[in-house]
């Protein structure tokens, strides 16, 4: 099934995702999760959203600090077509 996404359907799935998580943050597909203001428990909310929307398992470790939608819609693209 995620074989038939593309990059943008994943951001797209990811845009859904970080604004439930994070309602009260404006979404920017450049936002970093730190700057987001987000936690370890935000974290877990946001990968659990994301594998259900998405019927996969998604590591944990997937999301850092660092990370951005773009990055992490990239990195779940990547993931989806193995």
């Known amino acids: 099934m995620n074989t038939a996404l593309t990059l943008d359907d994943y951001l797209v799935i990811v845009a859904q995702a970080w604004r439930e998580t994070l309602p009260e943050v404006e979404f920017r597909a450049d936002r970093s999760w730190a700057d987001g203001g ?38 779940l693209h990547s993931s989806g077509q193995g």
């Open 38 to 75: 987000a936690d370890s428990l935000k974290s877990l909310q946001l990968i659990m959203r994301l594998e259900d929307s998405l019927c996969m398992s998604i590591p944990l470790d997937l999301l850092r600090p660092e990370t951005t939608p773009a990055m992490l819609s990239t990195l």
